[in-house]
């Protein structure tokens, strides 16, 4: 069995193309940690083999998509999050950006470890669950409950027999900004939110109080862009055009947005709004 993903110095999964040869490429087996050489020939397809010549190790994709899911995310320090149960979204966007101030892996809370452990600004923890195959189970739901902790699971599930390549910038995308594969465990309710956010005295969310537009015209057609009360920005064109469709179509690919039917309009995380803006007036300058 050939093994052709790695851990790099930078606790980074890569594959045996991103590396240099031999053990230049300074990484290490992810299922044993030893030392791995890249085999980079002419003749055979390149792969990874351990520098002690022992038999390759079984890489299991369930295990890749976890170590991908906790890296992405101690990267982003953030993730696109859906609201808390009950608090109903406001102006179509059913979903913000949390800011971490810190990501640690495998804490020991006392009976547990959640796969991260995330702080926020004024001291709110967020605890976040990789699924692939094992979800929460009761006993570890339980102490979550009776502790009052945040926790929120990412399911995975589905890409356990898919073809997204793991690691892959599509895999990183759907991860930190997409939101429909993401749900909370604790707080079950609103009035659960409360009492918890009483108990933690979180940081106060920011509100705005508008919600400013910008409009570009870009093939002859008036695009509006509309920052959201949670930071995020909804693009949509005001009439429909084929060319513009296309081109948002491709922005939300690059910069992790995705498309609301109800509201006909392309939605993008927080952290690229300046970004995306940037880009439309660039293309409206342009034609």
């Known amino acids: 069995m050939s093994m052709y993903v790695a851990m790099n110095r930078q606790q980074q999964l890569v594959t045996v193309q991103d590396v240099e040869r031999g053990l230049a490429c300074d990484c290490v087996c992810v299922e044993c940690g030893e030392v791995l050489v890249a085999r980079k020939g002419g003749r055979n397809e390149h792969h990874f083999a351990h520098y002690s010549n022992k038999e390759s190790c079984a890489v299991h994709r369930e295990g890749l998509l976890h170590l991908f899911g906790k890296q992405v995310i101690r990267e982003a320090m953030g993730l696109q999050m859906p609201h808390l149960p009950d608090w109903p979204p406001q102006f179509g ?15 020991w809370l006392d009976g547990f470890r959640p796969d991260l452990f995330a ?4 001291g709110q923890q967020v605890l976040i669950e990789i ?26 599930s589905d890409l356990h027999d898919s073809e997204i390549a793991v690691p892959s910038e599509d895999l990183r995308q759907l991860i930190v900004h997409r939101t429909e594969h ?28 508008s919600t400013p537009e910008h409009r570009f015209t870009i093939d002859e057609m008036w695009v509006s862009a509309r920052e959201l009360p ?24 690059e910069m992790g947005g995705y498309y609301k039917p109800a509201y006909k309009n392309w ?16 293309l409206a300058s342009a034609r």
């Not at 966007?93 to 804490?107: C, K, L």
């Not at 009483?198 to 969310?205: D, F, G, H, T």
């Not at 930071?231 to 690919?253: E, N, T, W």
């Open 267 to 282: 939605v993008f995380p927080v952290a690229m709004a300046p970004l995306v803006l940037a880009r439309l007036h660039a």
């Open 182 to 209: 993401k749900y909370w465990v604790y707080p079950e309710s609103a009035r659960a939110a409360v009492l918890v956010e009483q108990a933690a005295a979180p940081v106060e969310p920011i509100i705005k109080t």
């Open 230 to 253: 949670s930071g995020a920005l909804a693009v949509r064109s005001i009439s429909f055009s084929p060319q513009v469709r296309d081109l948002l179509k491709a922005l939300a690919r």
């Open 119 to 122: 702080r926020l600004r004024g």
């Open 93 to 107: 966007d059913p979903s913000s950006w949390w800011d971490f101030e810190q990501v640690e892996e495998e804490v």
């Open 131 to 156: 699924a692939v195959t094992s979800f929460i189970g009761e006993t570890k739901l339980a102490l979550i409950k009776e502790r009052g902790l945040w926790a929120l699971e990412i399911d995975l």
